[in-house]
T-cell receptor, first 114, second 111 residues
């Protein structure tokens, strides 16, 4: 099976812009979670989607949003970018988070905000 | 509060020795724990998991131990190899069904 695919791998944006990141989960996985990884804060949970519905949300401002499509693919959007949004954004999929199955991560999108 | 922390940020071991990476968690209600390995430029890779109704689980060259009394989790890697060099994260599944990650331990293998 192909793993979790995230595109693009790298992005450079300027403050105030918005960005959309894409994630294709492992085939058959219906749950997609997003994490932000920074050296100072580590891995921070953004949100989780299951069957096109946001099932769980972390403590991030409303500028961070996401969605999931009927084929389980997911996108996350960050509007009005700030310098502090520079991070590695990781997507992870699993069959169903509610059943304690492990997350399988993609290699991330490295976002740099200048 | 809900937090997962690691005792040591770095660990250096000799090639061929066993490595032990430790993790403390604070939420006694957490019911599921996972260890991940992250190499440079890659996302975290699943190593092994354990449910709270177990004390020990073994995989290939790895063993996870769970001590619920003191809320401690450890990952043991047998016969450490150069390819084991990475940052290792523990994660706990809290009652909000969020997977909370520790800060990570960097494992360095000395030849």
């Amino acid at each position: 099976k192909a793993g979790v695919t995230q595109t693009p791998r790298y992005l450079i944006k300027t403050r105030g812009q918005q960005v959309t990141l894409s994630c294709s989960p492992i085939s058959g996985h219906r749950s997609v979670s997003w994490y932000q990884q920074t050296p100072g804060q580590g891995l921070q949970f953004l949100f989780e989607y299951f069957s096109e519905t946001q099932r769980n949300k972390g403590n991030f401002p409303g500028r961070f949003s996401g969605r999931q499509f009927s084929n389980s693919r997911s996108e996350m959007n960050v509007s009005t970018l700030e310098l502090g949004d520079s991070a590695l954004y990781l997507c992870a999929s699993t069959v169903d988070r509610a059943k304690n199955s492990p997350l399988h991560f993609g290699n991330g999108t490295r976002l740099t905000v200048t | 509060g809900e937090s997962v922390g690691l005792h040591l940020p770095t660990l250096s071991v000799q090639e061929g020795d066993n490595s032990i990476i430790n993790c403390a968690y604070s939420n006694s209600a957490s019911d599921y724990f996972i260890w991940y390995k992250q190499e440079s430029g890659k996302g975290p890779q699943f190593i092994i998991d354990i449910r709270s109704n177990m004390d020990k689980r073994q995989g290939q060259r790895v063993t996870v131990l769970l001590n619920k009394t003191v809320k401690h989790l450890s990952l043991q890697i047998a016969a450490t190899q150069p390819g084991d060099s990475a940052v290792y994260f523990c994660a706990e599944n809290n009652m909000s069904q969020k997977l909370v990650f520790g800060q990570g331990t960097r494992l360095t293998i000395n030849p």
